[in-house]
């Protein structure tokens, strides 16, 4: 574990008094929790947990503080999921996980890992949302232990053909991804697929509208069709719930509501960086400032930091303008990057920003990105990470 040698907090700065920090992070090969407080000099690592397992998200329950999942594939017990209440100390697993419902003829899909863990609405303390590969909705009443099939979605033909084959999409399986509750209405949802676009619920996913207005697509595919839509992350405002930034197979984009067309604000990147990644980092106060990851878009689609050089990208403006943030940073021969769940902040007065790579790295920025430093190294593949203040 690394600990920095000064504090990057400016005299006379209040931290949040009394707060202390676990970064959850998801790997390969199991999961490993980053413990500090709130000055976030010094880390202390707990872990591994599921050690060998594939870890694919871990979230620990804002709501009440202490109910953590984790969404693991295990090579006896296949896809499933496993809840702690005492930050990992123990561990059971769900009695009735994430599974799509079979055909009358005793065939269908099979969810091959869940993929995405998000808390329902604050007013629903013990419901949770999870989305799987292949695409799948599912929900819990009962804290995450046992699931069962949310809205329309997995089953509505028309969704199906947007899907695609499980054949398609990411190279670990086509997913669905990035469900988001609106904090001011429970009925109100989004998610995204890879593929088959980004979805709106107005009535609680009883019907879902598709927005894909102003989406780029790959070249020589038909746009109109949300089968050909490849959203990587979307991020809602905490501060502003009516905005919506998008890292896109095809770009960077924002939606500012009620309008329903992105507006394409990574043209604004260097053109020698591009605007293609998977993560997207939104700050909790500030709906103009949001961060991204850029990898390597040209058409090989390396998946590796531009040229060898990682950094990070802010805007501050909306979009209007990005700048490059690598203090701290490996000037070169760095080729990892960073998968979509695996960027994610805190939400202490000067805000912090954590990033894994698929090097095992995690690194740290304790002032929204000014300066960067590496807080854990040697773990396997990072698949996501989460920051939990309790």
């Known amino acids: 574990m690394g600990a920095a040698k000064k504090s990057d907090n400016k005299p006379g700065a209040k931290s949040s008094a009394g707060k202390k920090l676990v970064v959850l992070v998801a790997t390969r090969k199991g999961g490993w929790l980053l413990h500090s407080d709130a000055r976030r000099k010094k880390w202390k690592i707990d872990g591994p947990h599921f050690l060998g397992q594939v870890t694919h998200h871990m979230v620990l329950d804002p709501r009440d503080g202490k109910t953590l999942l984790a969404a693991v594939s295990t090579g006896h017990l296949g896809p499933t999921l496993f809840r702690s209440t005492n930050l990992g100390r123990k561990w059971s697993e769900a009695s009735k996980p994430p599974a799509f419902a079979k055909a009358a003829d005793g065939k269908g899909r099979s969810v091959k890992h869940t993929f995405w863990l998000t808390p329902c609405h604050a007013n629903e303390p013990k419901a949770w949302y999870a989305g799987t590969s292949p695409q799948g909705l599912f929900r819990s009443d009962d804290a995450g232990d046992t699931w069962e099939p949310f809205s329309t979605i997995n089953d509505d033909p028309q969704f199906r053909e947007w899907m695609g084959s499980e054949q398609d999409g990411t190279p670990d399986g086509p997913k669905l991804h990035s469900i988001i509750v609106d904090p001011r209405d429970p009925r109100h949802l989004y998610i995204a697929m890879s593929g088959g676009g980004v979805h709106e619920s107005l009535d609680q996913g009883q019907t879902w509208q598709a927005l894909l207005d102003g989406l780029k697509v790959v070249e020589g595919f038909d746009a109109s069709k949300p089968a050909f839509h490849d959203p990587h992350c979307v991020r809602m405002c905490p501060s502003n719930p009516d905005r919506l930034y998008q890292q896109n197979h095809c770009g960077i984009y924002r939606l500012d509501r009620p309008a329903r067309e ?36 040209t058409s090989v689609w390396p998946r590796t930091c531009p040229d060898g050089k ?40 000067e805000l912090g920003l954590y990033f894994g790579t698929t090097g095992g790295e995690v690194w740290l920025s304790r002032n929204e990105g000014k300066t960067w430093h590496c807080i854990a190294r040697h773990l396997p593949e990072i698949y996501a990470l989460e920051v939990a203040e309790i």
């Open 262 to 297: 992105w507006q394409h604000i990574g043209k604004k990147m260097p053109r020698k960086v591009g605007d293609i990644g998977f993560p997207m980092v939104v700050h909790p106060r500030d709906d103009k400032t949001a961060w991204v990851l850029p990898m390597d878009g």
């Open 310 to 349: 990682p950094a990070v990208y802010v805007t501050r403006n909306s979009g209007t303008g990005w700048k490059r943030l690598d203090a701290g940073m490996p000037e070169q021969q760095a080729w990892w990057t960073v998968k979509r769940q695996a960027m994610t902040s805190d939400t202490q007065k």
